[in-house]
């Protein structure tokens, strides 16, 4: 099969960070914090490195938006077992108001471009949690989706997909090419070895400019104010389902 | 270099995720994890500065930055990987034939083979000049005749193959591969062990073992060959006690702040405080070096390395000497790292001969 898979990953904060409010409210402090790639986007590079390896798919290129240190995370994704990389510019104020309908319209434009087979994104991103762009992706391209994926397989043209879905599992078939978005269980990301560190140096990764792709990343969105989630407060022990009656009635809960 | 944080990063996430969760049964229960070995072998960090036979060939920082992340987990971990990587593959690579290497390396790099270092004797540890294990040459089978008896090998009892360091008959001493299954070899492991006890160490004891003479390493004799070794893992091992100590610093500081005494954490005491910034001032300085100090580096990191680790345990009043708490199995582990691959006082000596010019290993002129 000669597909093409367009694997998008995304530069977080690490998850084992304790993420604190930036001092003016606007954001959250990232100067000096650690930063990885983010751990859907990792499930979904696997996914993609494990269908070259079936020799089910031709080429795996990993993609990121974002400014000069996004290559750090383009570069694990090479190290995993991807063939090239495309960094999409986008910083200073840009990247602080990118959000997943900028992306997915990079994203659309690009599979065009590279005319790809496959797109694989992670279901979410653990900062923004917006679990969107994986869908808007589909949409702009008017591709099928399959989303929450905890299995994938393809047969003959089709892509069957196993989705987690709240009642359980649902499996569905679409046509290709299609947007995948990969859950918790697809897969268990590959520990980058040495060899394949090294030998990602050499790989390429293409510079490209979101006006290249003619795509206009103003956000039409403004974050007014960040807050730390409350405090919680103590609570209270009451001894009988009589006294917690009484001391819900008394806050004017019922 | 970019590249080696990749390495770091990627293998500590190894280290934390699949290391970590073995050690303190590991260590308690005294059980060697042999399938690390493959599981390393397969991240490729084995033999990482040796070029082709299945090695990464990368540089000795980023060999230092591996060791580190090892010995946050654990001394003996470390010390498995050290003898296979500096102590196995790097003598067959540096003193062995394109036969050698090619027979072993590849099956050492995957872990597939299990190797060990045969130099100290019962008898002679600081002195292996003194070694008593002779080496005879039989003309006319082609072989050697090796007896002896070595100790405190890493990896003996389950190794697949003994490099051994043995006496000829012209009093050089030559490097040779000892292959399990051959008679009069056994390797018996050392019962009673307080340190490293999650890596098996045993003796050598060969009786009259016939070695073909295709198993002599050619291209070294005299002692240089042992210490070109010992000299590749020196590096690995002062930046693996740094990361020892790194551990325990950060152990000492998360218990200080959550441990609440006299209604204050344990942290917000100013002896409390000296004695963490004292730590995190030696292993900052301990991080900064070339190679070419490297004795005085190891002398350094392992001692400095020992003194955070008793200091923190303190830190940890009673807790400290439970091995869910970990430092104190840091504390044991350091004893042997601080004393294997030249005692804490030879290497004063190597550098007091190189400061003053005068030599006081012995009482001779």
Redesign the interface.
């Known amino acids: 099969m000669s597909a093409r898979v367009l694997v998008g990953v995304k530069r977080v904060i690490d998850y084992a960070v304790k993420i604190r409010v930036k001092p003016d409210r606007t954001g959250v402090v990232t100067d000096g914090v650690k930063h990885s790639m983010n751990p859907f986007c990792e499930i979904a590079v696997e996914e993609a490195v494990k269908l070259k390896e079936k020799k089910l798919v031709k080429e795996v290129v990993a993609v990121s938006c974002g400014p000069q240190q996004v290559q750090e995370t383009i570069r694990t994704a090479l190290a995993m077992g991807a063939d090239r990389g495309i960094h999409v510019e986008v910083s200073g104020k840009d990247y602080e108001t990118l959000g997943p309908l900028q992306v997915s319209k990079i994203l659309a434009a690009l599979a065009k471009k590279e005319q790809a087979d496959l797109i694989i994104l992670g279901k979410q991103a653990i900062d923004d949690d917006c679990n969107q762009t994986g869908q808007m992706t589909a949409a702009l391209l008017d591709w099928p989706q399959g989303t929450f994926a905890s299995e994938v397989n393809i047969e003959a043209d089709k892509l069957k997909v196993v989705r987690e879905i709240d009642g359980g599992l649902e499996t569905i078939k679409i046509n290709l090419p299609a947007v995948v978005t990969a859950d918790l269980r697809l897969n268990t990301p590959r520990y980058a070895t040495l060899p394949n560190i090294m030998k990602a140096k050499k790989k390429k990764i293409a510079n490209v400019k979101p006006a290249d792709l003619g795509v206009d990343v103003s956000s039409r969105l403004e974050v007014l104010k960040v807050d730390e989630p409350p405090q919680r407060q103590a609570g209270v022990k009451v001894e009988t389902v009589h006294d917690l009656v009484g001391k819900l009635k008394e806050a004017g809960r019922i | 270099t970019?590249?080696e944080i990749?390495?770091r990063?990627?293998?500590c996430?190894?280290c934390q995720e699949k290391l970590m969760p073995r050690i303190l049964m590991a260590n308690r229960n005294e059980h060697f994890h042999r399938e690390i070995l493959n599981e390393m072998g397969?991240?490729?960090?084995l033999g990482?500065t040796i070029q082709g036979y299945g090695c990464?060939?990368?540089s000795y920082v980023?060999y230092g930055l591996i060791a580190r992340e090892v010995e946050r987990v654990d001394s003996g971990y470390r010390s498995v990987m050290s003898v296979q990587s500096s102590l196995v593959m790097h003598p067959i690579n540096a003193y062995g034939t394109e036969a050698q290497k090619q027979k072993y390396l590849p099956k050492l790099a995957r872990g597939e083979i299990l190797g060990c270092f045969g130099l100290t004797e019962p008898n002679h540890g600081s002195d292996p000049g003194g070694m008593e294990t002779k080496a005879k040459y039989n003309p006319s089978s082609r072989t050697y005749t090796i007896s002896g008896a070595k100790t405190w090998i890493t990896n003996s009892p389950y190794a697949d193959i003994c490099v051994v360091w043995a006496k000829c008959e012209d009093g050089r001493v030559r490097g040779f591969v000892l292959e399990r299954g051959m008679e009069g070899l056994s390797t018996p492991k050392i019962e009673g062990k307080f340190s490293l006890r999650a890596s098996a160490t045993g003796m050598i004891l060969m009786d009259e073992v016939e070695v073909p003479e295709e198993n002599l390493l050619p291209h070294v004799s005299g002692l240089a060959g042992p210490f070109g070794c010992l000299n590749n893992a020196r590096y690995g091992i002062a930046w693996g006690a740094l990361g020892a100590a790194e551990f325990c610093f950060h152990a000492a500081r998360q218990y200080t702040l959550d441990r609440i005494q006299f209604g204050v954490p344990l942290a917000r005491n100013q002896l409390i405080q000296k004695k963490m910034a004292d730590m995190l001032t030696e292993i900052t300085i301990g991080l900064q070096h070339t190679p070419e100090m490297i004795s005085m580096l190891k002398r350094n990191s392992c001692g400095k390395a020992l003194d955070i680790a008793r200091q923190a345990r303190d830190m940890l009043g009673g807790n400290g000497i439970a091995d869910e708490y970990h430092i104190i199995r840091h504390v044991m582990n350091l004893e042997a790292v601080n004393t294997y691959e030249g005692t804490h006082d030879i290497h004063a000596l190597i550098l007091g001969r190189a400061i003053t010019g005068l030599q006081s290993f012995t009482v001779g002129k």
């Open positions: 970019e590249e990749m390495i990063d990627s293998f996430t190894y397969e991240l490729g960090v990482p990464a060939g990368t980023a």
